[in-house]
């Protein structure tokens, strides 16, 4: 009998606290991987310079990452699962619309006024789902978008099927790519400093013991509230930048690519690494600007890789990643 | 009722479809004494600790807490005024170190308020007073113990971790879901100072127990119950004797 | 007496849709999200038998269109869902992907506009109560009440039925009897899906097969289950009779496009006041918070 055995790299023991660092390599090797995705994103639009359609990209991609975090965040932190990115998105592109079409808003102001609001709303929308566990907040999300895509068409509101258009673009486009590259990383790295801290623990103990979480006196329908306005408040940014980069807001922000794709790059990348999210946007959205001209095709491309990944390779690849990088692994005989 | 009695529950009631899981259960605890509460399988003991706790909403009765009737309050809510417990089947975070385990009690707001441990927003505050009171619990602070996960430790440091928790909270009452179901009797003999200590320090304990021997050296008062009914209370020595309890144990003697 | 006339129609087509999401969800305590998708899959593939190469008859393209559908369900579960039971964040996502996936590979494949109808059984129509009703929607009500009954007999005298039955109740107790649990999860689904596709052969022919049409079954299904109290059938059909009349009555005097509002409403509003639904029974313990 074989059997695989894996062992933490030497240099992964010596890093593990913050003393015993000795050399080069080994700060290296820890500040290797997210240097290289920081300085990587910060220079991309750079890189692509001649490139101007992906430069688009970039942003899309960021979008992409950003919603795909918000879903991770729920989903394998809270255990809400959100079956509707695109809600957040939807609000936030609408209410950044109000803001600055109906109010005159600059953009500055708009697009932090919407991802506030609309993470509020968004919040208090969601609220007779959260005290029960189980399969309602999945039910609750998923009708939302179905459902406020049908009542602007009835209703003939905001623009209608038309949309609202003619939003103030960003000044020039590298404010638009600096803009949302670096709220990514912010996003990124604050979540995952976040869920470290103490009330990132008691969030994370809402998914793995609730009762044990009531029993010492926190609210857990508190906790999950104040999760889903996290959530939200990055669901809600996507909405606004991407409304402002597109100078329109329509029911085309509700719809399922925005709720579809995020979950398939986490899936992809890596449930519950936060850096799996990102990850898998940065793979699955330049694939799905390739696919452009396959239509909804896409969709059925992005859930049979979904699919696949969840019953074969549930770990995603950055867990993947992380244990080549960490660990190396030989068989032994048992 | 008495002037020291800290907690009164009147005639609590469950049923679940038809089954009858309490009937009409009712008793007074004194501050400061360790209560016990016996019954065969099935005679209603969890039952009885989430309807008081809150976890499940009693179907009928008043709980009164120092006055306060409390019946159907949100368990946080009755965390929150120091009523604590512990859960017959644990469930610690098992992917975080033990006395990160700590940190969610730690950061409620009774912690705050009630203990005072306020974390100081620096992130290192709540787990020094983790890991002190993880000490008071029976974990040696120079081992290892406190900072291994949780997944890995034996039952003995798990129930341990259980009482640690509601001790975070400083509570008033504890109710002790079978702290010792599936202890050697040397991890029991080491568990009981520890109730002892907590008796000292003015902790009112309610102890739900199937190991008899065990639980009559710390308990003042024990309470039977069986299939949902109260069926003898008072003094260790004389609910063991009395008829009925040993019916509910050894089952009716044929005539 | 339109309004009770319609609300009754109404409301049997609304449980027809539901029952297949029900009886899955009290089987095998799985939501299943493709539930939608199946529906219109069993549309499809009954025009496809019909109108194209083939040009089956009738009976025979409905009754191969079902026990494919009912096969896809199974196949569902057997590859797919097997292996991920019990990780509920990967059950939604699966069967919410796979569900996405037949939709809109659908949509890919053209099925849009008005070319794709199923004829009705019996056209015309005649007159109820002195309200005009045709064919189609009184061979609704009698099939829909010939399914509920036999539902009931299959799950209280049949022995699959019975081990369906014992496995809803305890799942852990079943097993014990010897029933297995994954083959009664497998029938669950292929019934469920066969379900599905029984209404879409009965409900599509008043409309065009759209792809929209399986997103607004999915949610009709949910909403009238999750009202009833998810895994109750009893419920499931008391529900359905409530959102149906509510539908109708809104239709009549505000407009038809509120009928998706009336059932995210009726959802939001049970979550607030009784979680469990209507015929939820214990389930205060497990769902709520």
Known sequence: MMRKERIDRGVRVRTAGLYAIASWQEILYLVGPPLFLIVGAIILPILLEFAPYWKRVINIVCVYAIIALSFDFLANFVGLVCLGGAFFVGIGGYLSAIFNVYLHFPVYLSIPLATISGAVISTVLLMPALPLRGVYFAIVTLMYPLLATRVIEALNIMGGTNGIIGLDSLPNAYVEHYMVIIVMLIFLYGMRRFVNQDMGLVIRGVKDNDQAVRASGISVTKMKAFAVFVSSFMGCFAGAYIAHMYSWAGISLFALDFSIIPIASVVIGGGGTLLGAVLGSFILVPISELLRNFGTFRIVIYCVILTGFIVFKSEGIMVYAMRKYHQFERWVKV | MSDDTILSVQGISKTFGGLKALMDVSFDIRRGEVYGIIGPNGSGKTTLINCITGFIKPGGGKVIFKGKDITRWAPHKIAHIGISRTFQIMRPYYSLPAYKNLIIPLWSPRAKTVGGWRGGGRHGDRDTVAVDILEEIGFERDSRVPYKLASTLPTGYQKRLELARCMAMRPEIIFCDEVFSGLSMSEIAGMLPLIEKMKEEGITLIMVEHRLRELFRVADRVMALNFGEKIAEGLSSVVIENKKVKEAYLGKEEV | ?289
């Open chain 3, 1 to 289: 007496m339109e309004i009770i006339v319609y609300g009754v129609i109404n409301s049997v087509i609304l449980s027809l849709m539901a029952l297949g999401f029900t009886l899955v969800y009290s089987i095998a305590r799985m939501p299943n999200f493709a539930h939608g998708a199946l529906y219109i899959t069993t549309g499809y593939l009954a025009w496809l038998f019909m109108n194209s190469f083939m040009s089956l008859p009738y009976p025979v393209a409905v009754v191969l269109a079902i026990g494919i559908t009912a096969a896809i369900g199974a196949l569902i579960y057997r590859f797919v869902m097997i292996r991920i039971r019990g990780m509920e964040i990967s059950e939604i996502i699966a069967t919410y992907a796979i569900g996405l996936a037949i939709l809109e590979g659908l949509r890919w494949g053209g099925l849009r506009g008005m070319t794709f109808t199923l004829p009705p059984f019996i056209a015309g129509s005649t007159t109820i109560l002195g309200v005009s009703v045709d064919y189609q929607r009184l061979v609704i009500v009698g099939i829909g009440l010939a399914t509920f009954a036999a539902l009931y007999l299959f799950t209280h005298f049949n022995r699959v039925g019975l081990a369906l039955r014992g496995i809803a109740q305890d799942e852990r107790a079943a097993m014990m009897l010897g029933i297995d649990s994954d083959m009664t999860a497998i029938i669950s689904l292929a019934l469920g899906s066969g379900l599905a596709g029984l209404a879409a052969i009965l409900l599509l022919p008043l409309g065009n097969i759209i792809v929209e049409v399986g997103y607004n079954v999915l949610i009709f299904a949910i909403a009238v289950s999750v009202i009833g109290g998810l895994g109750s059938w009893a419920g499931t059909i008391l529900a359905s009779f409530i959102i149906g009349f509510a539908q109708i009555l809104t239709e009549a005097f505000l407009s038809s496009h509120y009928q998706m509002v009336v059932a995210l409403l009726a959802i939001i509003i049970t979550l607030l006041i009784k979680p469990s639904g209507i015929f939820g029974k214990q389930k205060e313990l497990e769902e709520r918070v």
